[in-house]
């Protein structure tokens, strides 16, 4: 009985170090990959902050190169496609516009 017992702690050791280990170098690929590396797309930034159910003029928006890992899935990529909108939602100086912020 002894002898089981101490097969399976053996056992159940070897399966925790190898599941550490796996998620250690998953983590290290993770962190070789930051926003430097990571491909850059122009997105839609407001430069000032735009009031709820005001139309978006545009001269209150602008482009910038950023990371697609700090971008929203859902964030606009065009002027024309913001311009003359209404917005929903308060969008603070320096964001993203996203297509949920607009009507």
Known sequence: ML???IGIAVAITTLVSAKLESS???LFQLS?????????KKLVY?????????RIEEKQIE???TSDLESFDDVQTEL???VGRTVKHAIPSQA????????
């Open 46 to 54: 407001s430069r000032t902050y735009i009031p709820t159910g005001s």
């Open 63 to 65: 482009l910038k190169e």
């Open 32 to 40: 070789s990959y930051t926003s430097d590396t990571a491909p850059q």
């Open 80 to 82: 024309a496609d913001v």
């Open 3 to 5: 002898l089981f017992i």
């Open 96 to 103: 993203q516009i996203r297509k949920i912020d607009l009507e």
């Open 24 to 26: 250690q170098r998953h």
